[in-house]
Nanobody
Framework: QVQLVESGGDLVQPGGSLRLSCAAS????????MGWYRRAPGKQRERVAS???????NLADSVKGRFTISRDSTKTTVFLQMNSLKPEDTAVYYC?????????????WGQGTQVTVSS
């Protein structure tokens, strides 16, 4: 099992920046990919960014040029650097990890952290 704990959500003005962190624990060697999703009020969950075990990254078109996903040297903590924030970035952001334990694939989720972009 993998456990994920997010932090860093806050209230920020438009144009501001935030950095979200997601710390993984448990069977971290089983993780193949980690990423961030978000759910805005009244909208479906949206994939924001991901990073594979090999370090390949992917960003949603809506955040390209503004957000960056990275991780620390231990590969147990993933960061989402969010710049030039817009009101439409307001959402609960969830960390996600996908991997395989034995013959079973899994998807683990954090509890979510609120990001509010408002003046």
């Amino acid at each position: 099992q993998v456990q994920l704990v997010e932090s860093g959500g806050d209230l920020v003005q438009p144009g501001g920046s935030l950095r979200l962190s997601c710390a993984a624990s448990g069977n971290i060697f089983s993780i193949n990919i980690m990423g961030w999703y978000r759910r805005a009020p009244g909208k479906q969950r949206e994939r924001v960014a991901s990073i594979t075990k090999a370090g390949s990254t992917n960003l949603a078109d809506s955040v390209k040029g503004r957000f960056t996903i990275s991780r620390d040297s231990t590969k147990t903590t993933v960061f989402l650097q969010m710049n030039s924030l817009k009101p439409e970035d307001t959402a609960v952001y969830y960390c996600n990890a996908g991997g395989v334990e034995g013959t079973r694939s899994y998807a683990a989720w954090g509890q979510g952290t609120q990001v509010t972009v408002s003046s």
